[in-house]
């Protein structure tokens, strides 16, 4: 939930907690709004016991709420918080220390951000799509493009902005501010949504403008009239594995088969740099990065300075 008031809180979450009877209810949402610590507390206090945090510097920005900061604020109400930071402590450390390092964004709180409603676009594809704009050097495009996701979002006659379709709004988006021409080049995904292949309802709810230029292209004539295969569990398991759990082959299934048996050929993580690593180990580490040509520490009794001889 990336863009729910305290206010809508309060009405929707005892309406969800009634009819799932026992079933049991927890609270994901991102902090895109501003919004979202707000709405925890609220949700807490109409019946909610489980809900979905990260750790600094994980936390805030387009992600989830602060654990921190979310217990510190309960516990401040009256309530019990299950969350022992003393073993988070380290892990905030472990991962703020990488961040630096690597010159990562450190996760931020919002400001109340009202344009979050236009487009809608969730805080895990707006992060993917920051990085993959950084990635070409274009990360500065970042509200250009969210502002473009809400026009094309209006041009597929608002789908609801969740995987997959959140997606393909936000490609589009992103292709058609990167092109510098609207709908100039599309994606097979929004050729299939046009077609009707991700909603039959698609079609119909399009502007008739942009389905045109949508499918007058020869790539669309590849794809009309094609259906995805509907396999049976059986057939599934045949193809990804016959042995492997139900855990491995969801994986198999959304990653791919080549991705997991990467993952499981993978060999031992690289040991990093952290908060609790010695001072030597911080100096060796730093002294291996090419941009790093001086390292000057100072504490009391004790100062240090080195630096890297400059190429003639």
């Given at each position: 939930m990336s863009a729910v008031t305290p206010e809508r809180a309060r009405s929707l979450i005892p309406a969800i907690l009634q009819n799932a009877g026992a079933v049991p209810v927890e609270y994901h949402a991102h902090c895109n709004n501003g919004l979202a610590t707000l709405c925890y507390i609220e949700a807490v206090k109409h019946g909610i016991t489980?809900?979905?945090?990260?750790?600094?510097?994980?936390?805030?920005?387009?992600?989830?709420?602060?654990?921190?900061?979310?217990?510190s604020n309960l516990r401040a109400l009256g309530y019990t918080a299950l969350v022992n930071e003393d073993e988070i402590k380290p892990v905030e450390e472990h991962f703020t220390a990488i961040a630096k390092r690597d010159g990562l964004a450190i996760g931020k709180p919002f400001a109340y951000?009202?344009?979050?409603?236009?487009?809608?676009?969730?805080?895990?594809?707006?992060?993917?799509?920051?990085?993959?704009?950084?990635v070409i050097?274009?990360?500065?495009?970042?509200?250009?493009?969210l502002e473009e996701a809400a026009r094309v979002r209006a041009d597929f006659g608002y789908p609801i902005m969740v995987?997959?379709?959140?997606?393909?709004?936000?490609?589009?988006?992103?292709?058609?501010?990167?092109?510098?021409?609207?709908?100039?080049?599309?994606?097979?995904?929004v050729i299939q949504y046009g077609l009707g292949i991700w909603g039959r309802e698609?079609?119909?709810i399009m502007d008739p403008e942009v389905k045109d230029k949508i499918l007058n292209r020869r790539r669309a004539k590849d794809w009309h009239g094609w259906t995805p295969p509907d396999l049976s569990l059986d057939q599934v398991r045949k193809k990804l594995g016959a042995t492997v759990s139900d855990e491995e082959l969801l994986l198999r299934v959304y990653a791919g088969p080549q991705a997991v048996d990467a993952l499981k050929s993978a060999s031992a993580p690289k040991s990093q740099v952290n908060g609790r690593r010695t001072l030597l180990e911080l100096v060796e580490?730093?002294?291996k990065k090419r941009y790093c040509h001086q390292v000057y520490i100072s504490k009391k009794g004790f100062s240090l300075n080195?630096?890297?001889q400059q190429p003639r």
């Open positions: 489980a809900l979905h945090t990260a750790v600094p510097p994980l936390a805030n920005a387009s992600s989830q709420p602060s654990i921190v900061n979310v217990a951000d009202i344009s979050q409603y236009s487009h809608q676009v969730p805080g895990g594809v707006i992060s993917n799509l920051r990085h993959q704009l950084r050097g274009k990360e500065d495009k970042l509200p250009e493009t995987t997959p379709l959140s997606q393909f709004v936000v490609s589009q988006a992103a292709i058609n501010i990167i092109v510098g021409e609207r709908y100039k080049e599309v994606s097979d995904q698609a079609p119909e580490q730093l002294s080195l630096g890297k």
